[in-house]
C-alpha cells in the first residue's frame, strides 16, 4: 500500500456534496445537465461551481460526469459544456465516448479525464488505449472477477490510476449499458434517464411449441416475479484484499440516494478503511456492516469479484431488506444551551429512538426523545409530522453535534 486508497462518493446535489465531505468522502463525483447519465441528479451552474469551490476549500476533490455515448447532433452543446467545465476546473471529467475525450483534450486540456464504467473496461489492454489516448484514470466495470481488478492495476504504470465500485445498486445490463428502460418507458438509460425497468414487477408466461396462443404462467407469488432486479453490491468484508491490490479510488454508487443514505454508508466504509491502515491485523467488519444493514437495500451481494459464476445475483421477491431504520432529522443548528434546531423528515414522537450518526465514530449515538419544542413558539409538544415543505423543531440533545449530522430513527419499539 504505497498511497492511501481515496473514497469517492456521489453527489446528486450541493448538500449531498457536503454531507459526503462531513462524513468522510476524500472527492464526489457529480453530473450535470443532459450529458451525465443521472438527469434527475443533475447540478444547476451555480451550485457546481459552490460546490467545487467548497471542496477545494477542505482539500477535497469534485469529478464531473459527461458520459453520454454524444450523436453528432450533440456535440455542439458537448464543446460548450466542456469549455465551461474548464473554467469551473474540477478535478477531472469522466467520460466513457472516445469523441468527447477528444474534445476534451482540445478544449480542456488543464482537467484530468476519467474514463467512465459505461467504457466497460475489462481488461489492461483496454485501460492502456485509455492511457496512450489522454486518460489519467480509468474506472473498471463492475462484471470483474478480483484476479483481473489486480491484473489491470499490475499491468498499467504506476501513475495510472484504477478505480472501482465498491458498493450499490448493480445494473442487470452490462455495466449500466442497457435498452430495457427505452423499449418499456421510452426513457433511455444511455442519455441519464432510465427508469429502472429492471427493478419493476413482471408475470412471466411460456407458450408450448405446439399450442401457439396457449400461454402458461410461471410460478410465481401474488406479487409477481421481480426476475431481473439485482441485489445491491457490497465490498466492504472484500476492503483488506482491495486496499492491498493497488487500486487507487474506491466507488460508492447512489447520486440519486438520500443524505441519510450517504452519511451511513460512506461513514461505515470511512472507518473500515482508517480503521484498517491503523491496525490490519485486527480488523474486522462485522461492526461496519451493521451500519449499512440500517439503510434499505435489495439484499447484498459481492457480485462476481470473488466469483466469476455466482449465482446469488439477483433479488427475486423484489422486498427491500434493512427497514427497521428511517431517516428522522438533519441538525441545522444548535444554540449555547445545547437545544438544537432539526429538520425532520419523518415523524417523531415522546419516547422515539433515534441514533445520531458521528463522524468520528463508527458507532452511533443512541437515546430516546424526551424533549421536544415547536420551533415557532417554543411550546412543549408530543409529536410533529412533516410537512409539504421543511419541517422544524427544536429539541435539547444529549451530545453536541453540529450542522449537517443526520439523525436515524428506529422504525419500531424496542
Sequence with gaps: MDKKVELLAPAGSLEKAKIAFLYGADAVYAGTSKLSLRTRAEMESDSLKETIEYAHSINKKVYVAINIYARDNEYPEVIEEVKRLSKLNPDGLIIADGGIVEIAKEYAPNIPIHISTQANTVSSHGANFWRKNGAKRVILARELHKSE?????????????????????????????????????????????????????????????????ALMPVEHDEKGTYIFSSKDMCLLKDLPEILNMGVCSLKIEGRLKTTYYLATVINAYRHAIDDYYLNPQSWKPEKYLNELLKVKTRGLTDFYFNDKN?????????????????????????????????????????????????????????????????????????????????????????????????????????
Design 149 to 213: 481488478i489486480k491484473g489491470i492495476v499490475d499491468n498499467t504504470p504506476k501513475d495510472f490510476e484504477v478505480e472501482m465500485f465498491i458498493h450499490g445498486a448493480i445494473c442487470f445490463g452490462y455495466s449500466g449499458r442497457c435498452y430495457l428502460s427505452t423499449y418499456l418507458a421510452n426513457r433511455n438509460s444511455n442519455l441519464g434517464d432510465c427508469a429502472q425497468s429492471c427493478r419493476w414487477e413482471y408475470n412471466v408466461y411460456v407458450e408450448e411449441a405446439k399450442k401457439q396462443g
Design 310 to 414: 455466482n449465482q446469488d445475483i439477483q433479488d427475486y421477491s423484489g422486498m427491500q431488506k434493512n427497514i427497521e431504520w428511517e431517516h428522522g432529522a438533519v441538525v441545522i443548528d444548535t444554540n449555547e444551551e445545547r437545544i438544537t434546531t432539526l429538520e425532520i423528515k419523518n415523524r417523531l414522537q415522546l419516547g422515539d429512538i433515534l441514533e445520531i450518526i458521528l463522524p468520528n465514530c463508527i458507532e452511533p449515538y443512541n437515546f430516546k426523545i424526551d424533549n421536544m419544542l415547536d420551533y415557532d413558539t417554543n411550546v412543549s409538544i408530543e409529536y410533529i409530522n412533516p410537512g409539504k415543505e421543511e419541517q422544524k423543531v427544536k429539541m435539547r440533545l444529549p451530545i453536541d453535534v453540529k450542522p449537517g449530522i443526520i439523525i436515524r430513527r428506529k422504525r419500531t419499539a424496542i
